[in-house]
Antibody
Framework: DVRLLESGGGLVQPGDSLRLSCTAS????????MSWVRQAPGKGLEWVSA????????YYADSVRGRFTFSRDNSKNTLFLQMNSLRAEDTAVYYC??????????WGQGTLVTVSS | DIQMTQSPSTLSASVGDRVTITCRAS??????LAWYQQKPGKAPKLLIY???SLESGVPSRFSGSESGTEFTLSISGLQPDDFATYYC?????????FGQGTKVEIK
């Protein structure tokens, strides 16, 4: 079975950094494009970033470009989202997802990031 | 960026009803559209991809269609498990964008 497990969320202050991880199993990770999607409390879904299977192609939403860095370690079946200069508006549940063709067919359970002073 | 305009934002329906949710893209997306269902506190679940392809394991009462830049998710014979929020998403161009969501409530 495909499993995605996010970790690393928590409460941080504005301007702080945080690194999220997503550990994958049950599929050929290195061949799979992956993405991060977030959801602010009570709001809709917002696409954050996507990465190709080999890690060479990475795309970002304008709202996070220059502050967030998406990377992967295919030897450990793990994704990373390095989030710097965090803002209150980055408060959300962050989901990692598997993208077989641009859409997301499997999602993790999410990890909550709260940015507040 | 491609804007996805989803309507209605809320829909009240009864078990057994046929419901339709619409998503309009601001430009052509060549049917690169997905539909997701989300229940409170849970991750989204893929229902439809490529506008009308049913994801494996999803009941056949769910269907998707398209007409140009307008896309429709239909649920025929609404079941108690279908009361949830539904989102469309285009994946033709980056940044990928979602519709605002449609909450299907019990009438």
């Amino acid at each position: 079975d495909v499993r995605l497990l996010e970790s690393g969320g928590g409460l941080v202050q504005p301007g702080d950094s945080l690194r999220l991880s997503c550990t994958a199993s049950g599929f050929t990770f290195s061949r799979s494009d992956m993405s991060w999607v977030r959801q602010a409390p009570g709001k809709g879904l917002e696409w954050v970033s996507a990465i190709s299977g080999d890690g060479r192609n990475i795309y970002y939403a304008d709202s996070v470009r220059g502050r967030f860095t998406f990377s992967r370690d295919n030897s450990k079946n793990t994704l990373f989202l390095q989030m710097n200069s965090l803002r209150a508006e980055d408060t959300a549940v962050y989901y990692c997802a598997k993208d077989p063709g641009g859409y997301s067919d499997y999602w993790g359970q999410g990890t909550l990031v709260t940015v507040s002073s | 960026d491609i804007q996805m305009t989803q309507s209605p934002s809320t829909l009240s329906a009864s078990v057994g009803d046929r419901v339709t949710i619409t998503c309009r893209a601001s430009q052509t997306i060549n049917n690169y559209l997905a539909w997701y269902q989300q229940k409170p506190g849970k991750a989204p679940k893929l229902l439809i991809y490529k506008a009308s392809s049913l994801e494996s394991g999803v009941p056949s009462r769910f269907s998707g269609s398209e007409s140009g830049t307008e896309f429709t998710l239909s649920i025929s014979g609404l079941q108690p498990d279908d009361f949830a929020t539904y989102y469309c998403q285009q994946y033709w161009r980056y940044p990928r964008t979602f519709g605002q969501g449609t909450k299907v409530e019990i009438k």
